[in-house]
């Protein structure tokens, strides 16, 4: 991790603090450090406590010597005290910069060896910058050859105070698992840790989610269940971290450990290992504890010595944390002593969560430098990445699962690879599962083999195996393939999560393995099988099932053959065949233009990024949620929309996965198939609203006619208003739609290309989402030159400018960019925010 550097200075001597910060930029660049002064502090906070906070927590404490800075009694006092006992305990490097003449022989931190070379003053030298220079080259010694050395943690019991051992400061911020990142040496718990949602018992059937916190607000002892890796482990070291500051003495137990009822062998162990000189008298008379209990399900104990133990435990304290797997969850109500616990669900991370831990990953080693609008930037670059491959649960939204794919993005960050695409990413994580289920690297091959024919059978029969089909699958492998140890494994692929037995049906433990292996079948036998081009076809007519379309992407890792592509083209290409696409037109929006001038005047209120950015978070959550399934819509219309939208999505996903080995033709033909495909969607909806406007102004009209108050101008205006909003908000969201379906970060230039050769309003449009939503930057020449092509086109005008809008409301943008835009927009600044000129009235 990087240093955190603590200046302490005379303000006599503010020149040379701002040289020296100045000659320390290359190490604040590279995210080796970040510095902090007193001139950071912000109006209206209380400076000693800013500076006392910050001199507690930093990692290398700078003085520079002068005879200003000996004559100041905050230095020489409170600063000097504090930053000599954190050097003493090697909680920090104390370094003396003498930088101007001064005796300072008779004070204590003399005896510490200062720069530059020989505590040589800086105004003593002919060039300051070699004087800075030398002081640098030391700098970069203590950083390099310095650990600080974590201050023990404390907590108070009987008045006495109590000490937490080096394992268990160590435990507490161990992530369990080796994760890498370039901007720091070692990535601590309690750097990346993001306090979970979870769900408690449901009253009335209504969903009561709240944060973790609630577990140590409220009075009472919980059980808590998730599934494997969900982070129950991670959660019990927040409690314990949370607890000692509030000086209890929490004790954490993992029941995988205890093999008999005895709580005080158990706990006089456990105490030995997580106190100092804590002994079990003294800790049981403290009203004090607190008892931690991890995996109930996997403890050594029989039914009857189960439930003593946790009798026991009861009596001991009132507050007790325990911690199962989901599925046993249904059945500890046999425990009696577990009867008055609150059951407490553990949520996976949600949207709001993702980007708290995503923003946690970027700003690693450079909290106090990141830039706003860059922290946004590469927040919503690598949601993006992690959504497309963690949506609708094709792997599960565990913070373990989301950690591993961001070690790998921040692995393959510079490769200009397709390893960075996301089929690698599955691979990878069904790699480090095989390594956690102890297969051998020579074995992996089998293993692949195994669960590519297991996936095959599954899906040819659309339904996971039962235990005779288990066994006739086997036999038959058998007979195809060198013979295996069927037992052997199902218990290692099973085990490990990634098979799943329910007893009643074997089948995959999360969707995108079974997607994964599916793929792989198809990719290896389509040119040599009747049977997998029968398959295939099936799947291609259904492409807006959302477990089709997911094979599809994943047939596209596994082969790079041009059949692929061929097929995708060939289906979007039918959709809504009979319609032309969309051009976006002034004539052919014709139909709209006495409408428009019935839009009133938009105003878009203030609001703070990450709110905007947070409210929009909540409601991808709750959508989530509800969980609501695509399939099954019986009408074929609906059917066929969703083909489109599904099929766009998969022709931006093999671009975003394969620009880097796809053919610049390739890719336009895609992108162009995908985005035709959907104009030809938004030509029909036109036509449609265009015969349709006054049988749907005559039925608004007929139903608000109930309300004698209103006159009957009024009731049509109204009509007009709200069919306006449907007509103009499918037309704008259609076109954000494929924009975001086909556009990737890596292929702008082909997207600029298709926009100068197809040339319609529609795709000028296409091609300025793309711009913003995968750059994250306004380009004020590129928004200038479109408003000028749309300058006779106010349905298109007003979507360019609600795209523009959207974007600051989600991005900083700076005050120049702000008042180039308010010209071309015809919107004024007002704060920190824009407000625009007009309004849309309420429909």
């Given at each position: 991790?990087?240093?955190?550097?603590f200046?302490?200075?005379?303000?006599?001597?503010e020149?040379?603090k701002?040289?020296?910060?100045?000659?320390?930029?290359?190490l604040?660049?590279?995210?080796?450090?970040?510095?902090?002064?007193?001139?950071?502090?912000?109006?209206?906070?209380?400076?000693?406590?800013?500076?006392?906070?910050s001199?507690?927590?930093?990692?290398?404490?700078?003085?520079l010597?002068?005879a200003?800075?000996?004559?100041?009694?905050y230095?020489?006092?409170?600063?000097?005290?504090?930053?000599?006992?954190?050097h003493?305990r090697?909680?920090?490097?104390?370094?003396?910069?003498?930088?101007?003449?001064?005796?300072?022989?008779?004070?204590?931190?003399?005896?510490?060896q200062?720069?530059?070379?020989d505590?040589?003053?800086?105004?003593?030298?002919?060039?300051?910058?070699?004087?800075?220079l030398?002081?640098?080259?030391?700098?970069?010694n203590?950083i390099?050859?310095?650990?600080?050395k974590?201050?023990a943690?404390?907590s108070?019991?009987?008045s006495?105070?109590?000490?937490?051992?080096?394992?268990i400061?160590?435990?507490?911020?161990?992530?369990?698992?080796?994760l890498?990142h370039?901007?720091v040496n070692?990535?601590s718990?309690?750097?990346i840790?993001?306090?979970?949602?979870?769900?408690?018992?449901?009253?009335?059937?209504?969903?009561?989610?709240?944060s973790s916190?609630?577990?140590?607000e409220?009075?009472g002892?919980?059980?808590?269940?998730?599934e494997?890796q969900?982070?129950?482990?991670?959660?019990l070291?927040?409690?314990?971290?949370?607890?000692?500051?509030?000086?209890?003495?929490?004790?954490?137990?993992?029941?995988?450990?205890?093999?008999?009822?005895?709580?005080?062998?158990?706990?006089?162990?456990?105490?030995?290992?997580?106190?100092?000189?804590?002994?079990?008298l003294?800790?049981?008379?403290s009203?004090?504890?607190?008892?931690l209990?991890?995996?109930?399900?996997?403890?050594?104990?029989?039914?009857?010595y189960?439930?003593?133990f946790?009798?026991d435990?009861?009596?001991?304290t009132?507050?007790?944390?325990i911690?199962?797997?989901?599925s046993?969850?249904?059945?500890?109500?046999?425990l009696?002593?577990?009867?008055?616990?609150?059951?407490?669900?553990?949520?996976?991370l949600?949207n709001?969560k993702?980007?708290?831990l995503v923003?946690?990953?970027?700003?690693?080693?450079?909290?106090?430098?990141?830039?706003?609008?860059?922290?946004?930037?590469?927040?919503?670059?690598?949601?993006?990445?992690l959504n497309?491959?963690?949506?609708?649960n094709?792997?599960p939204?565990?913070?373990i699962?989301?950690?591993?794919?961001?070690?790998?993005?921040?692995?393959?960050?510079?490769?200009?690879?397709?390893l960075?695409?996301?089929?690698?990413?599955?691979q990878?994580?069904?790699?480090?599962?095989?390594?956690?289920?102890?297969?051998?690297?020579?074995?992996?091959?089998?293993?692949?083999?195994?669960?590519?024919?297991?996936?095959?059978?599954?899906f040819k029969?659309?339904?996971?195996?039962n235990p005779f089909?288990?066994?006739?699958?086997?036999?038959?492998?058998?007979?195809s393939?060198?013979?295996?140890?069927?037992?052997?494994?199902?218990?290692?692929?099973?085990?490990?999560?990634?098979?799943?037995?329910?007893?009643?049906?074997l089948?995959?433990?999360?969707p995108?393995?079974?997607?994964?292996f599916?793929?792989?079948?198809?990719?290896?036998?389509y040119?040599?099988?009747?049977?997998t081009?029968?398959?295939?076809?099936?799947?291609?007519s259904?492409?807006?099932?959302?477990?089709?379309?997911?094979i599809?992407?994943?047939?596209?890792?596994h082969?790079?053959?041009?059949?692929?592509?061929?097929e995708?083209?060939?289906?979007?290409?039918?959709l809504?065949e009979?319609h032309?696409?969309?051009?976006?037109?002034k004539?052919q929006?014709?139909?709209?233009?006495?409408?428009?001038?019935?839009?009133?005047?938009?105003?878009?209120?203030?609001?703070?990024?990450?709110?905007?950015?947070?409210?929009?978070?909540?409601q991808l959550?709750?959508?989530?949620r509800?969980?609501?399934?695509?399939?099954?819509?019986?009408?074929?219309?609906l059917?066929?929309?969703?083909?489109?939208?599904?099929?766009?999505?998969?022709?931006?996903?093999?671009i975003?996965?394969?620009?880097?080995?796809?053919?610049?033709?390739?890719?336009?033909?895609?992108?162009?198939?995908?985005?035709f495909a959907?104009?030809?969607?938004?030509?029909?909806?036109?036509?449609?609203?265009?015969?349709?406007?006054?049988?749907?102004?005559k039925?608004?009209?007929?139903?608000?006619?109930?309300?004698p108050?209103?006159?009957?101008?009024?009731?049509?205006?109204?009509?007009?208003?709200?069919?306006?909003?449907?007509?103009?908000?499918?037309?704008?969201g259609?076109?954000?739609?494929?924009?975001?379906?086909?556009?990737s970060?890596?292929?702008?230039?082909?997207?600029r290309?298709?926009?100068?050769?197809?040339?319609t309003?529609?795709?000028?449009?296409?091609?300025?989402?793309?711009?913003?939503?995968?750059?994250?930057?306004?380009?004020?020449?590129?928004?200038s030159?479109?408003?000028?092509?749309?300058?006779?086109?106010?349905?298109?005008?007003?979507?360019?400018?609600?795209?523009?809008?959207?974007?600051?409301?989600?991005f900083?943008?700076?005050?120049?960019?702000?008042?180039?835009?308010?010209?071309?927009?015809?919107?004024?600044i007002q704060?920190?925010?824009l407000?625009?000129?007009?309004?849309?009235?309420?429909?």
């Open positions: 991790m990087n240093k955190k550097i200046i302490s200075y005379a303000h006599k001597d020149l040379y701002e040289e020296l910060i100045e000659h320390m930029s290359g604040r660049r590279a995210g080796i450090i970040n510095e902090w002064n007193d001139r950071k502090i912000v109006a209206g906070q209380n400076w000693e406590e800013e500076i006392s906070s001199l507690t927590s930093s990692n290398i404490i700078l003085f010597i002068s200003s800075f000996m004559n100041s009694d230095c020489m006092g409170v600063e000097v005290k504090t930053a000599l006992e954190m003493e090697r909680e920090a490097q104390l370094i003396p910069i003498v930088i101007r003449a001064v005796d300072w022989s008779d004070s204590e931190i003399s005896k510490i200062g720069l530059p070379k505590a040589r003053p800086i105004s003593s030298w002919e060039n300051a910058d070699e004087a800075w030398d002081v640098i080259s030391g700098l970069k203590h390099q050859n310095f650990e600080p974590t201050p943690v404390t108070i019991v009987n006495t105070e109590i000490n937490c051992t080096k394992f400061n160590d435990w507490l911020v161990d992530t369990e698992i080796v890498t370039r901007k070692q990535v718990l309690k750097d840790y993001v306090i979970p949602d979870i769900e408690l018992e449901s009253k009335d059937d209504l969903v009561d989610i709240k916190k609630y577990l140590f409220e009075k002892s919980y059980i808590i269940s998730g494997e969900q982070g129950k482990t991670s959660l070291k927040y409690l314990y971290r949370e607890l000692l500051k509030e000086q209890y003495l929490p004790l954490y137990i993992d029941a995988k450990t205890i093999k008999k009822a005895s709580i005080e062998s158990e706990i006089t162990k456990q105490l030995n290992l997580q106190y100092e000189d804590l002994t079990y003294a800790f049981t008379s009203r004090k504890v607190i008892i209990l991890d995996n109930i399900d996997e403890i050594g104990l029989n039914q009857k189960k439930n003593k946790l009798a435990i009861n009596l001991l009132q507050k007790v944390y911690t199962c797997h989901s046993y969850n249904y059945i500890y109500g046999d009696p002593a577990l009867d008055d616990y609150e059951s407490i669900e553990l949520l996976g949600g709001k993702r980007e708290e923003q946690k990953w970027i700003s690693l080693g450079v909290e106090e430098n990141i830039d706003e609008k860059e922290l946004y930037t590469k927040c919503d670059e690598l949601k993006l990445r497309g491959i963690i949506k609708k094709i792997v939204p565990k913070p699962y989301i950690l591993m794919l961001l070690q790998m993005f921040e692995a393959n960050a510079q490769l200009n690879l397709e960075t695409s996301y089929g690698h990413c599955y990878q994580l069904i790699y480090q599962s095989f390594d956690k289920a102890h297969i051998s690297k020579q074995d992996f091959d089998k293993y692949l083999n195994v669960l590519t024919e297991l996936a095959w059978e599954i029969k659309e339904n996971n195996l089909e288990v066994e006739l699958f086997f036999t038959n492998y058998c007979k393939f060198l013979s295996i140890d069927k037992e052997k494994v199902l218990n290692k692929l099973i085990s490990h999560s990634i098979l799943n037995d329910n007893g009643i049906n089948g995959f433990k999360y995108y393995i079974y997607y994964f599916v793929g792989k079948k198809i990719a290896e036998s040119r040599d099988s009747d049977e081009k029968t398959k295939i076809e099936g799947l291609l259904k492409l807006h099932r959302e477990d089709y379309a997911n599809l992407i994943f047939i596209t890792h082969t790079k053959d041009s059949w692929v592509l061929h995708i083209k060939s289906v979007l290409d039918s809504f009979e032309n696409e969309a051009t976006l037109s004539t929006l014709s139909f709209m233009s006495d409408f428009m001038k019935a839009i009133p005047e938009l105003i878009i209120e203030q609001r703070e990024i990450q709110k905007e950015r947070d409210d929009q978070n909540d959550d709750e959508l989530e509800k969980n609501e399934s695509e399939e099954g819509e019986s009408l074929d219309i059917a066929k929309i969703n083909q489109t939208f599904k099929g766009m999505e998969v022709a931006g996903q093999i975003r996965n394969r620009h880097a080995t796809l053919t610049r033709q390739s890719m336009e033909d895609l992108a162009k198939t995908g985005a959907g104009l030809r969607f938004l030509e029909y909806f036109i036509k449609i609203s265009d015969t349709a406007k006054k049988e749907i102004i039925l608004i009209s007929t139903h608000l006619l109930e309300h108050n209103i006159s009957n101008k009024e009731i049509e205006k109204q009509a007009e208003n709200a069919y306006l909003h449907l007509t103009y908000g499918i037309i704008n259609v076109t954000r739609k494929i924009a975001s379906s086909i556009g970060k890596e292929a702008l230039e082909v997207y290309e298709m926009e100068y050769k197809v040339g309003p529609a795709f000028n449009l296409i091609r300025q989402a793309i711009d913003l939503q995968f750059t994250k930057t306004v380009n004020i020449d590129h928004i030159a479109c408003i000028k092509e749309l300058q006779d086109n106010q349905v298109c005008l007003r979507i360019l400018k609600e795209m523009v809008i959207q974007h600051i409301y989600m900083p943008v700076e005050y120049k960019e702000k008042q180039q835009l308010s010209h071309l927009l015809g919107i004024s704060g920190q925010r407000m625009d000129s007009r309004k849309i009235g309420k429909a």
